[in-house]
């Protein structure tokens, strides 16, 4: 799919990304993009797959980051060949981007790197679509500055995550109004359903989550208006090498979006 018909699709009617957190192996990576990509296309939704080659922002100095970018973009590209799904993968440097740029069809920007000007403009110049994920520390409507850099750069194809924020400690709220607040923007609001039931630093050495409400949060954020929803899944969440807490069943995903589905449709009938 092209990039401009993936955005024009993100406009039109609803979409997911998905995969597993990090790549750990070719085996659990293909996997997963396989049985994603036949439930796409049984369902008949629009699916990104999701995957990090390095995941930067974890708890302890000891978590495993993933393979980095060499071998990651090697097995994303190898995931597009094989299953013909677009793919979304994080950049955290601005001379990531173009490299990043050449398998990945959106960029994405983590939460916290939000504001990070150099990075938002390098992603914008590639061309691809931005997704940037709404820092745990903003309002909704202080992503209007992150959109504005992006498309003051050239780069009109921009999604907003809202990925829940901050509330005391090691704990994460959902604002539903949020998806209404950012859409005033124009652009496509997606909602991060497992991010968001995530227990950040919970565990002491690592985070914890909450993956039974992803579910309820996800069909609450699509009923308030969401385009697209974001869900980590994973084979085996148990022994995930990150987010396995807040990370979904891949055994459970058909049965989640195909509640959601019918959400949408109710929404657009």
């Given amino acids: 799919m092209a990039i401009s018909e993936l955005y024009k699709s993100s406009r039109s009617g609803p979409f997911i990304l998905a995969g597993p957190c990090v790549i750990e192996s070719r085996e659990i990576t293909l996997q997963a993009a396989e049985t994603l990509a036949a439930i796409a296309a049984k369902l ?3 699916l990104v797959f999701k995957s990090s080659f390095d995941k930067a922002n974890r708890t302890s100095v000891t978590s495993y980051r993933g393979p980095g970018i060499d071998e990651g973009l090697e097995i994303l590209a190898e995931v597009k060949r094989v299953t013909g799904l677009p793919i979304v993968t994080d950049i955290h440097h601005p001379e990531q981007a ?3 740029a050449e ?8 939460a916290f790197l939000c504001r990070q000007t150099d990075l938002l403009v390098a992603a914008a110049k590639t061309g691809k679509v931005v997704n940037i994920k709404k820092g745990q520390f903003l309002a909704p409507w202080d992503m209007k500055n992150a959109v504005g850099k992006v498309r003051d750069s050239g780069n009109e194809q921009v999604w907003l995550t809202e990925r829940g924020s901050t509330y ?5 709220v959902v604002d539903m109004r949020s998806i209404a607040e950012m859409g005033k923007f124009d652009v ?5 359903a497992t991010h968001s039931v995530q227990l950040p630093g919970g565990l002491g050495g690592a985070s914890g989550g909450q993956r039974e409400y992803v579910p309820i949060l ?3 954020a699509v009923a308030a208006g969401a385009s697209g929803v974001f869900m980590e899944c994973h084979p085996d969440p148990e022994k995930a090498l990150c987010d396995g807490p807040n990370s979904l ?7 989640l ?6 959400i949408w449709e109710l929404n657009n009938g």
């Fill in 257 to 262: 979006l195909t509640r959601l589905k019918r």
């Fill in 168 to 172: 005391g400690y090691n704990n994460l």
């Fill in 249 to 255: 069943s891949l055994d459970k995903v058909e049965g």
């Fill in 103 to 110: 398998v990945a069809d959106v960029l994405q920007i983590p």
């Fill in 188 to 192: 496509p609001v997606v909602f991060d």
């Fill in 218 to 220: 996800a069909s609450a």
């Fill in 98 to 100: 173009a490299r990043v």
């Fill in 44 to 46: 008949d939704l629009t």
